[in-house]
């Protein structure tokens, strides 16, 4: 059994993953790339590299004789990960066993009896005030990334989608009023509108950076204008911006603003709902009291001063 730490953030390809399977029988090999390939092209990478360093900390094991303490052993691998990220990797891994329990090739989900770590909610201190992010985008030098902060600001959409905007996702509609479309989580699309200062400004972008067909990306690689900017490219342009400032911001923290001071101008909770893509206005309602206007302690007296 292999000791050395796991890096789940190490690069797995579709063909390391197949060679790391190679001892399943047909069926096993076809019900998981059933799975991993039914998922968005970013989830997929991160199953890969999941399962790959799953199956790999236990060769030659079957499917059908993994149990919750396998799960269990592979989990403790990851003490040095945040609850968050362990969680990640068992909700992936149930996921998994959850398909497999569907397509009734497993009787039970090994996962089940593994609660989640319980995560305190900290991303009320994640939110920038206005004048942080004008103070980022004024610093900002380049051209395209102080788009990118506009965009994340304005829109609130997620990194991931941010990097897949493609010049045909913009319409100018008959009223005059411009949508963007968006591919958001689990391959879901919505639209949203943006000002006419941000439209100005993307056309001169489009313009000079010579996006001109519609499946052009809007912020393309470096290397190659038939691949988008990736999503750590995007965290490094952002992160670089905060740090001008003097703030431990990422992408996130844009999307924590749009929705907080949107709602604090007096947006309503489904307009903001539908701006971000969540599925539930119970997710949205938490920025209801992101930064609340009064409390008890504005009714009641100080003992102290009394």
């Not at 968050?84 to 909700?91: D, E, K, P, V």
């Not at 990194?159 to 009023?177: C, I």
């Not at 943006?194 to 052009?216: P, T």
Request: charged share 25%.
């Amino acid at each position: 059994m292999p000791t050395k730490k796991s890096n789940v953030l190490a690069p797995k390809t579709k063909e390391h993953l197949i060679s790391t399977l190679s001892h399943f029988d047909n069926e096993e090999m076809s019900l998981i790339m059933a799975w991993v390939y039914g998922k968005s092209k970013n989830t997929q990478r991160y199953c890969r590299r999941i399962l790959l360093d799953f199956f790999s900390h236990f060769p030659n094991t079957s499917l059908k004789s993994i149990n919750v303490g396998h799960v269990t052993l592979f989990l403790n691998r990851f003490n040095h990960l945040k609850p968050g990220s362990r969680n990640l990797i068992l909700a992936t891994l149930s996921s998994l066993f959850k398909f497999l329990v569907m397509r009734k090739f497993l009787k039970e989900n090994p996962c089940l009896g593994i609660k989640s770590e319980r995560i305190p909610e900290r991303w009320h201190s994640k939110i920038l005030s206005h004048q942080d992010i004008g103070e980022m985008i004024k610093r900002e030098p380049n051209i395209r990334n102080k788009l990118i902060l506009r965009i994340l600001y304005l829109t609130g959409i997620r990194r991931s989608e941010l990097n897949r905007l493609q010049k045909k996702d913009f319409l100018v509609r008959e009223d005059g009023k411009i949508q963007m479309t968006v591919l958001g989580k689990g391959s879901k699309i919505r639209s949203l509108l943006i000002n006419q200062s941000l439209w100005n400004s993307l056309k001169s972008y489009m313009n000079e950076s010579r996006v001109v067909e519609d499946k052009d990306y809007l912020f393309p690689s470096v290397k190659t204008k038939a691949s988008p900017l990736s999503d750590q490219q995007i965290y490094v342009i952002v992160k670089n911006a905060a740090n001008r400032i003097g703030k431990p911001a990422s992408a996130h923290w844009f999307r924590h603003s749009s929705a907080t001071h949107a709602i604090e101008k007096g947006a309503p909770l489904h307009v903001v709902q539908r701006t971000l893509g969540h599925a539930s206005l119970a997710t949205t309602g938490k920025y209801l009291d992101a930064r609340p206007n009064e409390s008890n302690a504005d009714y009641l007296k100080d003992p102290e001063i009394e």
